[in-house]
């Protein structure tokens, strides 16, 4: 079954992408509940398109691969 659940749908969730020299960091909302390492979809708002982001720690999620703008 799945992990301890560290983020549920509907709750914030900060976005961070980057690396080490350059990152940035803002608020979505989970589309989806998640454990801790799972990839879930994540949304600025309800209009806006899901993307898909891992959950690296509780309330704060990665978008995998997103380093470079």
Known sequence: G???LVTKRGAPAHLAAGNGNFSVSRIMI???DGALGE???VREDRKSTPVLAQIVEPGI???PGFNNF
């Open 39 to 41: 990839t879930i979809r």
């Open 61 to 63: 999620v990665r978008i």
């Open 2 to 4: 799945a992990g301890h």
């Open 30 to 32: 989970a589309d989806e």
